[in-house]
């Protein structure tokens, strides 16, 4: 079922993020985010997005690295401000604040959207009082649009090309995370998918879109600035 299917406001808590993001943090401390090629994942993950015959355009060449600074997908009405993220305590990637749903995450010590490799946004799908930033995600389709203005003055392009929900018994932080092809800049979104389980007060999957550079605008507006928030590292 997905996100806009389920009622907002039964007191859940935003745990399906942070399972994602712990495993990430898990799988970052075996291996580089950008290392190796993931094939199309099959069998227990389910491709939610994926029709036949739609046109996908060829790949930009990546750009050099600026920090991101909002992320637009225009088809399912996602407009939002992009918060550096780093590592908790525990080693774990953090998710954007609980008092700031409307945000998108950006893990600041991977990859920054544009460059090559695999950049990773994430985001709550609700509160326990109304749906948050990436709501309506799972909605999302391949062949539509991901904009990432970013501090250079570019907006970088993406195409999404994919979109699947992992469970939490058949997750491969690889196939979530890494790149899917060598030599290109992509992006993952990540958010909470499935159903939730009111016993474990978690969900019980993550939606994750992937998309791949395709286009880039300078719109001259060059800040020099990084994303807002911390980026603390484990200490």
């Known amino acids: 079922m997905s996100a806009p299917d389920r009622p907002a406001g039964t007191g ?41 015959g739609v046109p996908l355009p060829p790949a930009h060449a990546p750009l050099d690295g600026a920090v991101p600074q909002r992320v637009e997908i225009p088809s399912i009405g996602i407009e939002a401000t992009v918060v550096r993220r780093g590592l908790d305590e525990e080693g774990a990637i953090e998710p954007p604040p609980f008092g700031t749903p409307g945000a998108v995450g950006w893990y600041a010590e991977g990859t920054e959207p544009g460059a ?3 950049a990773l946004f994430v985001g709550h799908v609700d509160t326990e009082a109304e749906p948050a930033v990436f709501y309506a995600l799972s909605t999302a389709r391949p062949g539509e649009k991901v904009r990432v203005s970013r501090s250079d003055g570019r907006t970088a392009e ?16 690889q196939k979530a995370y890494g790149p ?40 001259g507006e060059h800040t020099g600035k990084g994303v807002a928030g911390s980026a603390e590292k484990s200490a």
Do not use: H, M
């Open 12 to 52: 859940r808590l935003l745990t399906g993020v942070a399972w994602a993001v712990l495993l990430l943090g898990l799988w970052l401390f075996g291996r580089a985010a950008t290392a190796g090629s993931s094939a199309p994942t099959t069998g227990d993950v389910a491709a939610v997005g994926r029709p036949l």
């Open 116 to 118: 090559e490799g695999a």
């Open 158 to 173: 993406f195409t999404i090309d994919d979109v699947q929900v992992f469970t939490r018994e058949r997750f491969d932080a």
């Open 180 to 219: 899917r092809e060598d030599g290109r800049a992509e992006l993952r979104l990540i958010t909470c998918g499935g159903t939730y389980d009111r016993k474990s007060r978690a969900y019980t999957a993550n939606v994750v879109v992937s998309a791949y550079l395709t286009a880039e605008k300078d719109t």
